[in-house]
Structure formats: structure tokens, C-alpha cells
Nanobody
Framework: VQLQASGGGLVQAGDSLRLSCAAS????????TGWFRQAPGKEREFVAR????????MYADSVKGRFTISGDNAKNTVYLQMNNLKPEDTAVYYC???????????WGQGTLVTVSS
């Protein structure tokens, strides 16, 4: 499975941005896809996840009500709609794919989101 994240950029606080994660290869084996982020000087943290079937989502408390994860199986793509962005959302965002419940097996290259105040 290969993952290609895109959609990052420089925005102002309060703006919106949509990230995309395109999966290729053995996508039929994907159980769940997640978004993570890593801010400068900080550890990578969980942001949101969705079952590949689309029937279950989960969010970090810091993004609940502002971010929405969704998937388009026909396009093998998972999206992260980010609204009301804050400077603390500035980070490199990574998408990841899990083949089961044990952890994430594949990672994309990351896309940078910078939110100015």
C-alpha cells in the first residue's frame, strides 16, 4: 500500500483547508486510515481515523467539532476537512493505513500545514 498526502499550505487563523490521502496498491487490505500530525519540536500525535468501510470515525479532543475525516472508496482517497484552523494546528500532517487493529502499517510522506495568527 502506498499513500500520498496532499493539500497542505499556508492559511490564516479561522480559514479552512482540506487534506487528501490517496491510497494505491493493495487497498482492499486496508482496515483503517488515520491522520496524524507532528508540530516542530513535538512528538507525532493522533488527529483522526476512519474505518475503510467508512462506518466508524474517531477524533482527538483538540480537533473535535472542527475537523472531519471522510473517505471515498471509489477514489481510494481519505480526506481531512479542517475548519476554523488555529495556529496550534500548524504541523506536518501524515496519513497512515492499518491492516488490522494492531497498529498502522503504512505511512504517507506528510504535508505541511501552517496557520498564521
Amino acid at each position: 500500500v502506498q499513500l500520498q498526502a496532499s493539500g497542505g499550505g499556508l492559511v490564516q487563523a479561522g480559514d479552512s483547508l482540506r487534506l487528501s490521502c490517496a491510497a494505491s496498491g493493495r487497498t482492499f487490505s486496508i482496515y483503517r486510515t488515520g491522520w496524524f500530525r507532528q508540530a516542530p519540536g513535538k512528538e507525532r500525535e493522533f488527529v483522526a481515523r476512519i474505518r475503510w468501510s467508512g462506518d466508524s470515525t474517531m477524533y482527538a479532543d483538540s480537533v473535535k467539532g472542527r475537523f472531519t475525516i471522510s473517505g471515498d472508496n471509489a477514489k481510494n482517497t481519505v480526506y481531512l476537512q479542517m475548519n476554523n484552523l488555529k495556529p496550534e494546528d500548524t504541523a506536518v500532517y501524515y496519513c497512515a493505513a492499518a491492516l488490522d487493529d494492531l497498529g498502522y502499517n503504512y505511512w504517507g510522506q506528510g504535508t505541511l500545514v501552517t496557520v498564521s495568527s
